[in-house]
Nanobody, 113 residues
Framework: QVRFVESGGGLVQPGGSLRLSCVVS????????MGWYRQGPGKQREWVTE???????KYVDSVKGRFTISRDNAENTVYLQMDSLQPEDTAVYYC???????WGQGTQVTVSS
């Protein structure tokens, strides 16, 4: 059973930064592509970014240049550094093992003045 412990969300003003963390258990973490998704109020869940086992990274266009995904295989942890946050980034953020169906509880990010 894949399990996630997501943390780091909160309330931040526009232009601010947050760093999300997700500790994963139940898999051989280093072998898997890890991703972050988000679901804003009244919106469908959307893919945001992913990093594969080789460190190759993809981002949705709306976060390019502002968000940075990284991973620490020794700690079974994936991170999402979010800079220059905007109100439209407000959402519940979820980490995910790409190709697996499990979802964690998510962490709320609210960008508001």
């Amino acid at each position: 059973q894949v399990r996630f412990v997501e943390s780091g969300g909160g309330l931040v003003q526009p232009g601010g930064s947050l760093r999300l963390s997700c500790v994963v258990s139940g898999i051989t973490f280093r072998l898997y592509t890890m991703g972050w998704y988000r679901q804003g109020p009244g919106k469908q869940r959307e893919w945001v970014t992913e990093i594969n086992s080789s460190g190759n990274i993809k981002y949705v266009d709306s976060v390019k240049g502002r968000f940075t995904i990284s991973r620490d295989n020794a700690e079974n942890t994936v991170y999402l550094q979010m800079d220059s946050l905007q109100p439209e980034d407000t959402a519940v953020y979820y980490c995910k093992v790409i190709g697996r169906s499990n979802w964690g509880q998510g962490t709320q990010v609210t960008v508001s003045s």
